[in-house]
């Protein structure tokens, strides 16, 4: 019984050490295959996630994509865009006021100079600074889409473009170029791509 004992107990230690050196190989080669993915994760930037980042929150797409120098170029640009569109519409409403008082002393209804931010205009010239206004505050407000946009479609291409070859293999050259038509020089630019190997 004594034999079967230590017989056991041998087999208990020598199975808890098997256990512990294949797992813990396991464990390395898990550790190991997730350092790999991680780094290729690190190397490559998602386009997907810099398309929908710049979507979502202007400028993020630019930060992620590690161009930190355009975020003040795009806020200042949508900065500049928003207290325009802001100073437009505030025009737009003390108009639209001034109208609206006009037209009711025009009807016959109770007029309240109070009221009216321009007593000294003609009901026209209201209308048309108000229709000016409104125009010029649409427009801004489309322009800014715009800029969202351009920024949407930069982060974009970066994240596309930090994978690009830029070895040396592949040039561009712009030259200027010279030749004769009819027996009259003429001048102009050529583009020369080289491609070596």
Known sequence: MQFCKQIMKKFIYFFI?????????EINAQNDTLAVKKIEKKKLNSVTKATWLATFIPGAG??????????????T?????????YENNQLYLDFKDSFDQKYNRSVG??????????PFLRMETVRL?????????????????LVHGLSILDAHVDAHLKTFDISDKLTL??????????NSP??????KLNWRK
């Open 17 to 25: 050490f098997l256990t512990f050196v294949l797992f813990h190989n």
């Open 62 to 75: 630019q930060i992620y994509n590690k161009k930190y120098w355009k975020v003040p170029i795009l806020y």
């Open 77 to 85: 640009g949508l900065g500049v865009l928003g207290y325009f569109i």
């Open 109 to 118: 209804l109770p007029y309240n100079a109070a009221n009216d931010p321009f």
């Open 129 to 145: 600074n108000r229709d000016f206004s409104a125009r010029n505050r649409n427009f801004l407000i489309i322009i800014t889409g």
């Open 173 to 182: 050259k712009i030259e200027p170029y010279q030749d004769y038509l009819y």
């Open 186 to 191: 003429f001048a102009g630019v050529s583009l």
